[in-house]
């Protein structure tokens, strides 16, 4: 139990266009979702936290226009990177919180986006 | 300060070695903590999960939390070169609270 799904695993595109990742729960309900972004070798950054049904709360230095989130039910929310830059390149993955072991997340596989 | 503690090692240990893993705390009112073991290119996979102080034991991982010393362990029996990857303590105080996440160990077993 307790699946996370992350789709698309990899994508590549061209600066200025827009990307949408998507995280879903496979298993169950999550009325929390995370987003993180991880550079080599580094630890999680967390984004934002997404609540569904409201505005996601993002991190101090993380543009909420560049990165949009929308948690539009319990088990779906979507990252969008807009206008993407060679800078935006990086592993994203997503989390949900399952409610049932505290502020456990399970994490999904991850988003592997490069920025030409 | 900061909030977890965790030497990035890398650690390599020869097959069948016991991996040793710590983090220590400085906020005391974390609760819950986790190991997840994370493989190159892939996400996080929850490993262990403990609320408050104690030991826990699955198959070949153990987990200890010692609120008191505010640390955290996590052993590996009989490593195999399967568990060669990097591992990340969390920890969070409960409620919406984010998890803070060392840096996570990078650990390397030797055939």
């Known amino acids: 139990g307790a699946v996370v799904s992350q789709h698309p695993s990899r994508v590549i595109c061209k600066s200025g266009t827009s990307v949408k990742i998507e995280c879903r729960s496979l298993?169950?309900?999550?009325?929390?979702m995370f987003w993180y972004r991880q550079f080599p070798k580094k630890s999680l950054m967390l984004m934002a936290t997404s609540n569904e049904g409201s505005k996601a709360t993002y991190e101090q230095g993380v543009e909420k226009d560049k990165f949009l989130i929308n948690h539009a039910s319990l088990t779906l929310s979507t990252l969008t990177v807009t206008s993407a830059h060679p800078e935006d390149s990086s592993f994203y993955i997503c989390s949900a919180r399952a409610g049932t072991r505290g502020d456990t997340q399970y994490f999904g596989p991850g988003t592997r986006l490069t920025v030409l | 300060q900061k909030e977890v503690e965790q030497d990035p090692g890398p650690l390599s240990v020869p097959e069948g070695a016991i991996v040793s893993l710590n983090c220590t705390y400085s906020?005391?009112?974390?609760?819950?903590f986790m190991w997840y073991r994370q493989y190159s290119r892939k996400g996080p996979e929850l490993l262990m999960y403990t609320y408050s102080s104690g030991n826990k034991e699955d198959g070949r991982f153990t987990a200890q939390v010692d609120k008191s010393s505010k640390y955290i362990s996590l052993f590996i029996r009989d490593s195999q070169p399967s568990d060669s990857a990097t591992y990340l303590c969390?920890?969070?105080?409960?409620?919406?609270?984010?998890?803070?996440f060392g840096k996570g160990n990078q650990v390397v077993v030797i055939p």
């Open positions: 906020n005391s009112a974390f609760q819950y």
């Open positions: 969390a920890m969070s105080a409960g409620g919406n609270n984010r998890l803070a």
């Open positions: 298993d169950f309900q999550a009325t929390t």
